[in-house]
């Protein structure tokens, strides 16, 4: 289909994935009534008057300061190139060339393109396993002391990354976490991409600044009413200079910042903080509470997670592959966010879709009927280390020389490409990583579980 009239389509069903302001229902207001003013008549360039996010006068000036100060921010960046590239910033703000830096294995590729970009060695960190659904958990602190002193042993780390919420809505106790590493000297990035909701309601976790954050990117099409892409970077504390995030975001960021993108990220986050937003969150978290309610009340109880907008369906308990789930109920105009192996997430948004409560439930009914069978045997935990770094440096093995080779083939040999199925966009192998046997054990089992995500063939550092 041409792109164009794919965009002009009718919504399906029941869309279910983001962005969180599902086409347009729970885009904040003051951003519909922009929208709807002359076509472009916004589309603008860094007008004086305007500015941009690195110009300390101007209405972008003006705004970010006012909203920094809404969120309990030092500082605030609105970004036009989603969280992935507010995240590669703060990374180059946080680490020079050659330092290390400790991030949770669940980390997003975007992350581990900033290490490349800022050529840092990312050490990464295992996290608690759950067999029965195949995803990783949040760190206990006393986890993440055990991982620091593992770390802290072979050479100093410029900083930590917490990843929380996860995309599934999963996230444990962010403060108790910050404080170990702070009390490591090391100042902490949180990517909240899925928690910019995170404290406006009751039953949602804390915000990562609340929770002593030194640095926290938060994607607004993910969990508020922003388009696509737009993103903000917050800054609180004395641990991270104002003026390297200002340098690295000068060299990551378009010259022509989008004013829509950038009016969204102001909009977006005025609104949901705002009394009416607030009052939507809450409508939404209460028909989700009734969904999970009606759901478990049909034999189809959801995961327990920690952001009720994001329904954790575990298909593996039903016998379903999550990617077969989600291959079936897209014939059936139902489009989750995301699927895996061992669950479906759907993301409600911020204004759920009309029909939801009897809607949802009777499609998942009709597919647990249709491919249900007894549940999937456990998931091997990945067979990793506590903190491990790639043998090779990333900016090395990502481009040496490289040869494919069968994935039964792997041991001994250290991969020259990231293996990432996306969507969660959560690498399951590093460039640089030497392989060894039970890893290819384990990727050749993920390649079954990822049917048509992971090649046959990796490309790996030729000898
Ligand atoms: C945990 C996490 N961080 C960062 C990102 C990147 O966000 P964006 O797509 O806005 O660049 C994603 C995207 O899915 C994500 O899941």
Known sequence: MDLLAALAARAPALALHLPAHGRGRGLAP????LLRRPPASWDLPELPEIGGPLEAEGAVAASQAATAALLGAQRCWYGVNGASGLLQAALLAV????????????????????????????????????????????????????VLAAALKAGPLAAVVLVSPSYQGL????????????????????????????????GLPPSALACGADLVVLSLQKAAGGLAQSAVLLQAGERVEPARLQRSLLWLQTSSPSALLLASCAASLAFLHGDRGRRQLGRALVLAGRLRQRLGAAGLPLLANQDPLR????????GINGLAADAWLLQRAVIAELPEPGCLT???GMVPPPGLLRRLPRQLLALRCALGSEPLPPFQAPPLPLVAEPELSLALAWRAPAEAVPLEQLQGRIAAEALCPYPPGIPLLIPGERIDGARQAWLLAQRRLWPGQIPDTVKVVAP
Request: hydrophobic share 50%; aromatic share 4%.
């Open 171 to 202: 996230s444990g106790d962010l403060a108790a976490q910050i404080a170990v590493c702070h009390r490591a000297g090391l100042p902490v990035l949180v990517d909240g991409a899925h928690g910019a909701h995170s404290g406006l309601a009751p």
């Open 346 to 348: 759907f993301c409600l």
């Open 311 to 318: 329904l954790l369906l575990p298909t593996a308990a039903l």
């Open 30 to 33: 003051p951003l519909a009534a």
């Open 95 to 146: 680490a020079d060339p050659g330092q290390r830096v400790l991030l949770p294995r669940n980390l997003h590729r975007s992350l581990l393109h900033g290490c490349l970009l800022g050529q840092l060695q990312p050490v990464l960190f295992e996290l608690p396993f759950d067999p029965a659904t195949g995803l990783w958990l949040p760190a206990p602190a006393d986890h993440l002391q055990q």
